[in-house]
């Protein structure tokens, strides 16, 4: 199991390269003005935007000025070339499956109050990526492989992810998981998601404590070092916790909390995308540098956060089709 290490690059390197594997969806954004109410209508407004959470962590990736790569699959369909337009006019590089037979994933996403989401998932293509269709050229000089949780249960996604993390690590890079959802962990089982990770051997582990608690049950948090050495708690509003366990063994655990501001936000949704994508750039950067750990930690999360309150507090565009 790998341990927290601080790897130095020469001064004028080039900017860190990161590679997303998974998927890319459209979402169906319903946004109500009033409460629902069953067997009618109410006011609202419906919105179609580029989602995925692999996607999303891309786009922001290459926003942050990092060099991105999107490993994915849509359908032969409208709704994927314009999702891959959309995506790649932020300078993401996407490499795309297109299996034929299935269209592009949609999730159906109903905004409730104070920004919560509900969601209704048909993942369509997004789960047909297989281990075949990753190229190793495709992750030359990758420095970082970063795996949303939906793309180690799904077959033969998964096993997609676990060809590319073995690439990846062959060649001197770092694995991030974010277990993103606590419904999917459920309804693989705690055993069959805690194998899945252990088999790409993450260094750092992104979480909300409902996904910690779906993944680890009543376990103290610090159970989550078992499973990466860095674990990263995302607690919105609250700031974030860190866990981290250190390379010498005597010198036990090593826990701290980073504050933030709280934001007032309608919608949420993408904000633990950015701060992924925020987190793992600046982390990169830092440890080019040769910044010590706690500090490079610290300063990854207050990067995520400022990520996070752009995605939350910056204009949402409509996914066009041409």
Not at 81 to 105: F, H, K, Y
Not at 282 to 292: D, I, K
């Amino acid at each position: 199991m790998p341990t927290l290490t601080v790897r130095r690059r020469p001064a004028g390197s080039r900017d860190p390269r990161i590679a997303v594997l998974g998927d890319l969806l459209l979402d169906v954004v319903l946004a109500p003005r009033t409460a629902m109410l069953v067997g009618t209508d109410v006011p609202g407004l419906v919105s179609l935007r580029q989602g995925g959470s692999a996607a999303s962590t891309a786009r922001w990736v290459a926003r942050l000025g990092a060099r991105a790569v999107l490993i994915t699959a849509v359908g032969r369909d409208p709704a994927g070339r314009a999702l891959i337009r959309e995506v790649e006019s932020d300078g993401v590089t996407v490499r795309a499956v297109r299996p034929a037979g299935r269209r592009t994933g949609r999730i159906g996403v109903v905004i409730g109050a104070g920004g919560e989401r509900s969601f209704v998932a048909d993942r369509g293509a997004a789960d047909l990526l297989a281990p075949a269709d990753v190229r190793p050229a495709w992750l030359t000089r990758v420095d970082h492989l970063h795996l949303p949780i939906y793309s180690l249960l799904a077959q033969p996604l998964g096993r997609a992810a676990q060809r590319a993390a073995d690439l990846v690590r062959a060649a001197g890079g770092a694995v991030s998981v974010d277990l993103a959802s606590a419904a999917p962990i459920a309804e693989a089982g705690r055993r069959v998601t805690r194998e899945r990770i252990d088999a790409v051997h993450p260094d750092l582990l992104f979480t909300t404590v409902a996904e910690a608690r779906a993944l680890i049950a009543g376990a103290p948090l610090d159970e989550l070092l078992k499973v990466a050495p860095v674990a990263v708690i995302k607690r919105g509003g609250h700031g974030v916790t860190m866990l981290v366990r250190a390379a010498d063994p005597d010198a036990g655990r090593l826990r701290f909390d980073v504050a933030t501001r709280p934001l007032d936000a309608q919608d949420t949704t993408g904000a633990g995308d950015a701060f992924d994508a925020g987190f793992l750039v600046a982390w990169l950067r830092g440890r080019a540098e040769g910044l010590r750990p706690a500090i490079l930690l610290q300063r990854s999360a207050a990067a995520g956060h400022r990520a996070a309150a752009r995605q939350l507090t910056g204009p949402r565009s409509e996914l066009t089709f041409e």
